[in-house]
């Protein structure tokens, strides 16, 4: 599969991607990518990150995968970053941990052009 990047409102950042792949068994998906070199120039700061284009619909709401960047910087006091997978057919990389509740990760959180995050995790559809 080929991720693609979306955002919450207002334009997409772009990204080179690199070692996608997903695995389907029965209802259960599996999915996996590097997506590197984040260029958010030219978005609105703070419309949240997504990524798109899963190879098969999510069907369950909040199913969640790990995540880890280089380049990002976690607001507040947040500590550590996960993928949270929506019905709406996106990724979005979620901040918690610390004291604070837990936040999406927007294009202001990035340092433009050099930001990877790499990320795994689990989905179910209907497919």
């Known amino acids: 599969w080929t ?3 979306a955002a919450s409102a207002g334009s997409a950042a772009s990204f080179t991607v690199s070692n996608s792949l997903y695995t389907k068994i029965g209802r259960m998906v599996f ?3 590097e997506i590197r070199n984040i260029d958010t120039s030219g978005t609105t700061s ?3 990150f997504r990524v798109t284009s899963f190879p098969f619909t999510i069907d369950v709401a909040d199913a969640y995968g790990v995540a ?3 380049n990002v910087t976690l ?3 947040r500590t550590q970053l996960s993928t949270r997978f929506d019905t709406s057919e996106y990724a ?3 901040q918690s941990g610390g004291t604070g509740s837990e936040t999406g990760t927007d ?3 990035m340092n433009s052009g050099v930001t990877d995050i790499f ?3 689990f989905y179910f559809t209907n497919q």
């Open 75 to 77: 607001q507040g006091s």
């Open 92 to 94: 979005a990389f979620m």
């Open 107 to 109: 294009h202001n959180d």
């Open 68 to 70: 880890f960047a280089d």
């Open 119 to 121: 990320f795994a995790g």
């Open 3 to 5: 991720p693609t990047a």
């Open 31 to 33: 999915v996996r990518a």
């Open 46 to 48: 703070s419309a949240g």
